[in-house]
């Protein structure tokens, strides 16, 4: 087994490295972003693939990545996990839907609550105790799926009509478009910003770059939140106005 996975805060790439773990301690997870991915994927039949849901889809990234790899997927038999701050719907089904277009098998889904990973929003903010209840019960998920995975029924959150009903109806219809491009939304307070270069350094888009100690962006921003929760002066915002908390995995495992 290889994982692969696109993560923002650290929550999908926890949930991937777990998993693999927890089916084969010699299995080994990569994110979209290492140049060596692509060649574990082609020499492993059996793959986890785990990623935060925006708005019960994909982030575009990880569909441009998806797509601009197509013929790697044939025959592959993919388990996917969807992580999530509260809602997903289908969100390990609408994956499914695109990488079965490329001729992959979808072993089955496993839809994880973790720490919220939107900053600047008040909304789904919890205690520390709280997320670490969270990443505790994602945990035993995890390992409960891995285990039904190799019994050979796996498990099957995400996938099927009535998910991809409550998806489309709990989230796509009203806020699907925001995915469909790259945003050109994030803000930069140039009063906080002392020009440090760590946004450029974790951009997974290259959407950043410090210019005489300015930040200059491109517009291409994949909505990730890497940025906003790892500026050490919270200068970076993308759909709230100021940041509330700021959020990694790390805080949160035990």
Known sequence: ??????????????????FCN???????????????VIEAVKNEDMLVFAYPVQYSTVPKILRDFIISNKEVWKDKKIFIIATQGLF????????????QKYGAEILGGLHLKMPDSISDEKILKRSLEKNRELVNAAEQKIRKAVSHLKSGN?????????????????????????????SDKLRID??????????????????????????VQKNQCT??????????MQAITLLGKRVVEQSVIEKYIR
Not at 7 to 18: F, I, K, P, V
Not at 197 to 215: A, Q, R, S, T
Request: net charge neutral; proline share 3%; aromatic share 10%.
């Open 22 to 36: 927890e089916y084969d301690e010699t299995a080994k997870a990569f994110s979209i972003e290492d140049d060596n």
């Open 223 to 232: 909505m990730c939140y890497r940025c906003i929760n790892n500026c050490p």
């Open 88 to 99: 997903s719907g289908d969100g390990a089904g609408i994956m499914g839907r695109i990488l």
């Open 190 to 215: 140039e009063d906080k910003c002392i020009g440090c270069g760590k946004c450029e350094k974790l951009c997974p888009m290259n959407n950043i770059k410090v210019v005489d100690k300015k930040v």
């Open 154 to 182: 796996p498990t099957q959150e995400g996938i099927g009509v009535l998910y991809r009903m409550a998806g489309f109806f709990g989230q796509r219809l009203y806020f699907g478009h925001k995915t469909k491009n790259y």
């Open 1 to 18: 087994m290889v994982g692969i996975y696109f993560s923002g805060t650290g929550n999908s790439r926890y949930a991937a490295e777990l």
